[in-house]
């Protein structure tokens, strides 16, 4: 037994019955312990405690107790994702083993069900503004943590993830890394306290280097793609461009050689043995979905069904796909509801940006946060093509703050939508100086989050 075990537990115990009375924070209790994983940085008895059950339960226990709001969701994304989840169950029944399909379907219907849980009971903006700081807090300690060890170590020796969970190995780090970047620079933007916008910089930086100090190739992939969004939305693209290039040419000066020669086998991946072998994962997945209506369930990753559907049966890998994930595991019909259900997200953060274009306050916060969500989709996207992350907690968390975002401003009556000057994140008096007064040294809120949302 450690202090971390103690520690740990006393925090989850201490927040139980605050989570039976207010949902909305049994839901964060859950959040932070199924994204962090917090218990598995203990050295003794909290490791294996079942603390995100427990959080969950509570939770649940406080849906029929609690006398806060809860509203049931019925944004189509929500529907969506219902429809993916109960289809999944289905699947299982008709899966190749269905033993091990049934207990993989028990972990992914558990974090469906907070997902919907948290859209219900997360009503407010205190609500979105604690949802979207936990999910920042909890991998921020990481980027930190394995951004300093990346700098120690000159970037020669990987960063990994916790142990246990789905970010464990160095290539779901840096994804998870990647994708939280864009709410850190959302919290940046709406933070009217100075050393708090400081902090989010630093967190932002070593983030991002310890998502290239995972080597993960996928990581600079998805880096790219969202940076190329971030530029094009930008209404200065020659000034965005400029440190953009200066840093990642000092990024990939810093880095070490061995680093350089991986990423160089992105444009040789014929060559490279483990790109070829989830090749290989991906044309036996397309070819079980041809042959069955219902997919394989989710135990498809084994000896008989590689040799029934794959070109090389000897090389038995996991999916290392999001998209052949779902297609292999729930055929084609899973395949188009999972795809929908991103698809619906992205409309839902358009619609969120355009409702709010050229408002300010708390309006203008919800645009910026759509913007920042949908720049985190688009690393989702690209570098979830090459990682089992399919039911990740960290994207579903993201369709939360959209449908919660969008029923703020569905509650937002247009009498009310100009005398609104409180941004998202609402710190008391001090949010005046974010509704349009200038920031030390950094000209006012408005301009520096116009010049995110304004863009297509």
């Given amino acids: 037994m450690s202090i971390r075990d103690v520690l740990v537990t006393l925090i989850v115990v201490g927040i139980l019955p605050m989570a039976l009375q207010h949902p909305s924070i049994g839901v964060l209790l859950w959040t932070w312990i199924s994204v962090m994983n917090p218990h598995k940085l203990a050295w003794g008895f909290a490791m294996n405690m079942p603390f995100a059950a427990v959080a969950a339960g509570v939770t649940l226990i406080g849906l029929f107790v609690t006398r806060d709001k809860i509203v049931v969701p019925k944004d189509r994304v929500a529907i969506v994702l219902v429809a993916f989840v109960a289809f999944t169950a289905l699947t299982t029944l008709t899966a190749i083993d269905r033993a091990d399909s049934l207990t993989q379907l028990n972990k992914v219907f558990k974090i469906q069900l907070m997902t919907l849980v948290a859209m219900a009971v997360l009503n407010d903006r205190r609500h979105l503004q604690a949802f979207v700081w936990i999910n920042v807090l909890s991998l921020g300690f990481y980027g930190i943590k394995g951004g300093l060890f990346t700098l120690r170590s000159g970037g020669s020796e990987r960063v990994w993830g916790p142990p246990g969970g789905f970010i464990e190995g160095n290539n779901e780090l840096a994804l998870a890394l990647v994708m939280v970047i864009p709410l850190m620079y959302f919290l940046r933007l709406v933070s009217p306290n100075r050393w708090v916008r400081h902090g989010l910089l630093g967190a932002m930086l070593l983030s991002a280097v310890s998502a290239l100090g995972t080597h993960s190739r996928g990581a600079l992939l998805a880096i790219l793609a969202m940076s190329i969004v971030l530029w094009w939305r930008s209404p200065r693209k020659s000034l965005t461009l400029i440190p953009m290039v200066a840093v ?209």
């Fill in 248 to 456: 990642g040419a000092a990024i990939f000066a810093f880095m070490p050689e061995n680093w350089l020669l991986r990423m160089e086998t992105i444009q040789t991946y014929d060559q490279d043995g483990s790109a070829m072998g989830r090749i290989n994962a991906w044309w036996t997945m397309f070819h079980l979905a041809n042959d069955r209506l219902l997919g394989g369930g989710f135990s498809v990753y084994s000896i008989p069904v590689f040799a029934a559907y794959s070109p090389d049966p000897s090389k038995v890998r996991a999916a290392h796909s999001i998209y052949f994930q779902v297609l292999g595991e729930h055929g084609w019909i899973g395949f188009a509801l999972f795809v929908s259900i991103w698809f619906l997200g992205w409309r839902l953060a358009n619609r969120i940006r355009r409702s709010t274009r050229g408002e300010t306050g708390d309006l203008q916060s919800l645009g910026l946060l759509a913007a920042m969500c949908q720049v985190s989709l688009v690393g989702y996207a690209v570098g979830g093509a090459f990682l089992s992350l399919a039911y990740f907690d960290l994207p579903y968390n993201i369709l939360v703050m959209l449908v919660v975002a969008n029923r703020l401003l569905a509650a937002s009556s247009p009498d009310t939508v100009t005398s609104r000057q409180a941004p998202l994140g609402n710190f008391g008096a001090r949010t005046a100086r974010i509704s349009g007064a200038p920031l030390p040294g950094r000209g006012s809120a408005v301009t520096r989050q116009r010049s995110i949302t304004s863009g297509s």
